[in-house]
């Protein structure tokens, strides 16, 4: 009992440690793959890809699709109004086109009569040739979105053709687009954006996606938790008619939860989108131990047996120990995964079988022994 004790102390200061120090994990680097590119061949195709589409800057950027190409306008204002924390500058596919074209035709026009007059009185072939070349056509139309090359507009293009609603916002100078705190700032400053009839335009983006992410397991996790654990009390109320093994069964249960999250804290691990996840699935998994060794014990109990508890544990215990070893095996499988986000759930979930464990194999049994010495048997 006393070592479960302090192991609960320990994880009520290390808990207490992290979430006053925040225990969301905001550097996605440390969630990215890391396989070798050398050894994976669909890294390598990837990357010629990416440099055939130029898109070796994806993920630094957010586009934002308006409704019509009169908005654009409207939300440069908004974007050179924000702080450069927020981004480093945008672009659109107006950028290509050339400025004042309107006022610089005349002066085209004009170089076309000049190229001609002079053109009359040149008889050398070579310079006849050079002002055929370069001399402007008789028809001048002013530029638009549709006259610019493919290779240009391509990334401004939307799927049916359509040119100039795409706008592709920067991230900010000396941001890392692996900061989960800048892409929740970057996206939540581009969600203030409004389109003439008050809408908010769609983004689209690395940012957009992580600071959702970031913000269900912020919002959601709660939820999915206390879900999780009703549920379990539900079930552990009806397995049991005695109170009092309901009671040892949730307390064993809470105990794994407990020192899960501060072996968890205590080894400087965050929670990310996927090994929070970890905590509801412990519910349903942890509980099942504690409810073997008590209905084992209950059994003993009816039999006579005046050593039930531990008899308990040696008959139902190593198959509890081996049922947990299995899973144990299962999770740390995960391991072989590249997926760092992968590896810190499957270790989050070895962690919590082996608390789990201890606490249904050794603490709940040495309470039934405490109690029982003291007359108050279960």
Not at 6 to 34: G, N, Q, W
């Amino acid at each position: 009992m006393a070592v479960s004790v302090m192991l609960s102390l320990l994880s009520i200061v290390s808990v207490t440690y992290a979430i006053i120090h925040d225990p969301f994990e905001y550097d996605f680097s440390k969630l990215r793959s890391v396989r070798e590119e050398s050894n994976s061949e669909a890294r390598s195709v990837q990357g010629r890809v990416n440099d055939i589409l130029a898109s070796h800057e994806q993920g630094r950027g957010i586009a934002v699709l308006l409704d019509s190409v009169d908005d654009v306008p409207v939300i440069e204002e908004q974007l050179d109004a924000m702080p450069p924390s927020i981004h480093a500058g945008h672009h659109t596919l107006f950028e290509f086109l050339p400025q004042d074209a309107s006022e610089k035709l005349p002066l085209l026009r004009e170089i076309r009569e000049i190229s001609i007059d002079i053109r009359e009185h040149v008889e050398d072939e070579d310079t006849l040739r050079k002002i055929d070349d370069n001399i402007p056509p008789e028809k001048i139309d002013v530029p638009s979105l549709d006259d610019l090359p493919d290779e240009v507009a391509g990334r401004f293009a939307e799927k049916d053709g359509t040119r100039g609603r795409i706008m592709v916002v920067e991230q900010a100078e000396e941001a890392s687009i692996w900061d989960g705190r800048y892409l929740v700032r970057w996206a939540e400053g581009l969600r203030t954006l409004r389109m003439s009839d008050g809408t908010r335009p769609p983004l689209a983006g690395r940012a957009p996606v992580f600071a959702d992410m970031i913000s269900a397991v912020y919002n959601d996790m709660p939820k999915a938790i206390g879900a999780a654990f009703f549920a379990t009390v539900v079930l552990v109320l009806v397995s049991f008619r005695s109170r009092c093994d309901s009671l040892l069964s949730i307390m064993a249960l809470l105990l794994g939860i407990l020192w899960m999250a501060g072996a968890m804290a205590g080894l400087g691990m965050k929670l990310n989108f996927l090994n929070f996840v970890a905590f509801p699935i412990t519910f349903g998994n942890g509980v099942d131990y504690s409810i073997n060794v008590l209905r084992r014990y209950r059994l003993e109990v009816q039999a006579g047996n005046p050593d039930a508890i531990l008899s308990a544990v040696r008959l139902s215990g190593g198959a509890v120990v081996l049922c947990s070893l299995t899973t144990i095996v299962g999770y740390t499988s995960l391991y072989v995964s590249a997926n760092l986000a992968m590896n810190s759930f499957g270790l989050a979930m070895a962690i919590s079988e082996v608390t789990c464990l201890m606490a249904a194999v050794l603490t709940m049994p040495a309470v039934v022994i405490m109690l029982s010495r003291r007359g108050k048997s279960p």
